[in-house]
């Protein structure tokens, strides 16, 4: 079955560092997510993106946070200058159509800022 | 704003025992719900849903029905397994324009043999 693969599974960075993570969705899929869940809060939406733009953000999607699909099977979330409070489980997400509701999700990647 | 509130855990049972994990939500609209999980090391996997009220989704033994007068939608199975112990999440998609989820905080289920 297609699944949805994120790498790397656990990242450690230092504060004021740039990352890059990295997802790869099911390849007919046309809508993409990120998700990030701070340890022991709820999981909660950054962003969606469609046509090589973004539809949806949170409030947490700020000028430090950017996505690219930079080719025809990765999907990568920057983010510019890490802080302390950014580390989390971050999850990407696919879906293949607007009337078809589930979105598929990667295990996560684990990003530790230190 | 949109949000879910499910029920603390973690939750501990035993093999064969029923299961009830309690879910409410908030919403302008008219909100699809879901039950996602999480099995160790894996992503989330959708467990079932429901699109308007009184729907049932059911899915592995798994269901919940969607409550529009209670705003809930909990997750029940009649007799679980030590298989079925992992996270779940309910979850909301608010239906006006957005496919956005908001979900709760997730429910730990270890289920003893």
């Known amino acids: 079955e297609p699944e949805v693969t994120q790498t790397p599974s656990h990242q450690v960075t230092q504060m004021g560092q740039e990352v890059i993570l990295r997802c790869v969705p099911i390849?007919?899929?046309?809508?993409f997510y990120w998700y990030r869940q701070i340890l022991g809060q709820k999981v909660e939406f950054l962003v969606s993106f469609y046509n090589n733009e973004i539809s949806e953000k949170s409030e947490i999607f700020d000028d430090q946070f950017s996505v690219e699909r930079p080719d025809g099977s990765n999907f990568t979330l920057k983010i510019r200058s890490t802080k302390l409070e950014d580390s989390a489980m971050y999850f990407c997400?696919?879906?293949?159509?607007?009337?078809?509701?589930?979105?598929?999700f990667g295990p996560g990647t684990r990003l530790t800022v230190l | 704003g949109n949000s879910v509130t499910q029920m603390e855990g973690p939750v501990t049972l035993s093999e064969e025992a029923f299961l009830t994990i309690n879910c409410t939500y908030t919403a302008t609209g008219y909100p699809s719900l879901f039950w996602y999980v999480q099995y160790p090391g894996e992503g989330l996997q959708l467990l079932l849903k429901a699109t308007k009220a009184d729907d049932k989704g059911s899915n592995k033994g798994f269901e919940a029905t969607y409550r529009k007068e209670t705003t809930s939608f909990h997750l029940e199975k009649g007799s679980v397994q030590v298989s079925d112990s992992a996270v779940y999440f309910c979850a909301l998609r608010s239906g006006a324009g957005s496919y956005q989820l908001t979900f709760g905080k997730g429910t730990k289920l270890s289920v003893i043999p």
């Open positions: 390849s007919n899929h046309l809508y």
């Open positions: 997400a696919s879906k293949d159509s607007p009337q078809w509701d589930t979105q598929y």
